[in-house]
C-alpha cells in the first residue's frame, strides 16, 4: 500500500445490536488491509438505506415479528436473537463498519489489479459473490454486513465489485443510487415489468420506492404509487401516474379506481403488513407480486386459494446477479434516471441521521459526506 496513505481513519463503528448508542465514531480505526484483487477506495459519499437500520437492531431475527417503528429502530428489538440477525440468517461480527451506498475513487490495488485503476471513481456494488462461484447466492455476502462498509474515509472491496463510473453528479449524488436503485431494478427484473404494464408501488417516497417509480417508467410502465399524504405532490413529482395517500380508507377501491381493469399487473411492496392482502386481491390473474422489504410488518396474512386459482406469482429480491447493478450505472450514465438526495450529513451526526430516517418524513434518500473529513 502506498506510503503517502494514512495508517488510521476516521469511521463510524458498530459496537453490537441494539439502539443508536451502538455507534460509535472512532478516529482511529486501521485502514483496511488489501486481499489479492482487493482495491481500496477513498470514500467521497455513502448513502443511507433500511439494511443499516435493520442489521444494527438485528431486525431480520425470526424473533422480531413487528414493523420498523422510529422507537423500535432508534432503541432495538428486544426479542430479537443474534444468531440470526442479518440478512443472511446468520450472526454478525463487531465491530462492524457498516454503509453499503459508496462512491469514491481507487487510491490503491491490491496484487493482480490494474494499476491504471488508481484514480478511477467508482460506485460499490453492494453484493460480494464468490470469485469462484458467483452464483451461488448462499456464498454471497453483503458489503457493509459480512464485510466493512463505507461509512469510513476508505474501505476495500473486491475490484470486480468496483464499478467505473462516469457523470456529472456529485458524489452526494451519486451515493443515492447503489443499494435503494439496484434492489428496485432487480424487483421489477424478477417480476420482468414490461412496456404498458401497471405497477402499483408501496412505501413510494422512501429510497427504495422512488427509485421503483423512475425504473418502471423507464421500462415504459404505467404507476400507481401509495405514499404518506404529505408527500404525494413529491411523489407525483418523480413521474408516477396517480397517487394514493397511505391512510386512504379503502386501498382496494382506491387502486381500482385507477388501474385499467381495476387491477395491476405488478404488486411492488416494500412494507407489508396488513395491506398485504389487499395487494395480492388488486393482480390481475397471471399477476406477480415482490417484495424486498416489510417496514410495516414481516407477518403477513395470505390466502392461498387467491393465490392459486388466480396464477399469481409471488416473488422475493435479495441476492441480485452482477449485470443488475451494471445496468444501474449504464441507466446513470445515459441519464435514465435522476438521483433523490433528501438531506446530507457529517458523519459526526450518524446517530442524527439515522434518527432522522426512522422518522421517515423525507422523500429520496439521506446520505452520509465523508468529502468533507479530508484529503
Known sequence: MSASLPATMTAAVLTGHGGLEMIEVRDNVTLPSLNAGDVL???????????????????????????????????????SEDQDATWGGRSLTFPRIQGADVVGRIVAGGQGVDPNRVGERVLVDPWLRDA??????????????EHDGGYAQFTAVPAVNAISVTSDLSDLELATFPCSYSTAEYMLTKARVGAGETVLVTGASGGVGSALIQLSKRRGARVIAV???????????????????????DLK??????????????????????????LIDLLVRGGRYVTSGAIAGPLVELDLRTLYLRDLEVLGATVM??????????????GEIRPLLAETFSLGQIREAQAAFLKKQHVGNFVIDLGSLGQ
Open 253 to 278: 377501491a382506491a387502486v381500482r379506481d385507477l388501474a385499467p381493469g381495476g387491477l395491476v399487473d405488478v404488486a411492488a411492496d416494500i412494507v407489508g403488513g396488513g395491506d398485504f392482502p389487499s
Open 227 to 249: 405514499a404518506g399524504a404529505s408527500k404525494l405532490a413529491a411523489v407525483e413529482a418523480v413521474g408516477a401516474d396517480h397517487v394514493i395517500a397511505r391512510d386512504v380508507p
Open 41 to 79: 477506495i477513498r470514500v467521497g459519499a455513502c448513502g443511507m438505506n433500511n439494511t443499516d437500520v435493520n442489521t444494527r437492531t438485528a431486525w431480520y431475527s425470526k424473533g422480531v415479528s413487528e414493523g420498523t417503528t422510529a422507537e423500535g429502530g432508534a432503541g432495538g428489538f428486544d426479542k
Open 132 to 145: 469462484s462461484d458467483p452464483l451461488d447466492r448462499e456464498k454471497a455476502g453483503y458489503f457493509g454486513s
Open 321 to 334: 446477479p452482477a449485470e443488475v447493478f451494471t445496468n444501474l450505472v449504464s441507466y446513470i450514465e445515459r
